[in-house]
Nanobody, 123 residues
Framework: QVQLVESGGGLVQPGGSLRLSCEASGFTSDYYAIGWFRQAPGMEREGVASISSTDGRRYYAGSLKGRFTISRGSAKNTIYLQMNSVKPEDTAVYYC????????????????WGQGTQVTVSS
């Protein structure tokens, strides 16, 4: 059973940085994508970034590329989301999810989800 556990959320001031972590386990295949998604109150869940387990290829939501970076830890079972120059509109619950390749940011393409971690950007 695939399990995903997010951590690292919290309160951050506008313009600051935050790094989220996702610990992934239970994969029976070496071919999968890990994605970060977010959902603000009253809004639909939207994709942020995803990364391939095979070659580390990355895919970003166009509006966030340049401020957010997805990466893998050395053990490859930890996926990070580095958030820089955060804005109040980045406030949301951030979710880690796993799905089959190819890469994409459509929530319905992902089969497994973590519980989410709250990120609040406020002064």
């Amino acid at each position: 059973q695939v399990q995903l556990v997010e951590s690292g959320g919290g309160l951050v001031q506008p313009g600051g940085s935050l790094r989220l972590s996702c610990e992934a386990s239970g994969f029976t295949s070496d071919y999968y994508a890990i994605g970060w998604f977010r959902q603000a109150p009253g809004m639909e869940r939207e994709g942020v970034a995803s990364i391939s387990s095979t070659d580390g290829r990355r895919y970003y939501a166009g509006s966030l590329k340049g401020r957010f970076t997805i990466s893998r830890g050395s053990a490859k079972n930890t996926i990070y989301l580095q958030m820089n120059s955060v804005k109040p509109e980045d406030t949301a619950v951030y979710y880690c999810a796993a799905g089959s390749l190819p890469l994409g940011l459509i929530p319905g393409d992902y089969d497994y989800w973590g519980q989410g971690t709250q990120v609040t950007v406020s002064s």
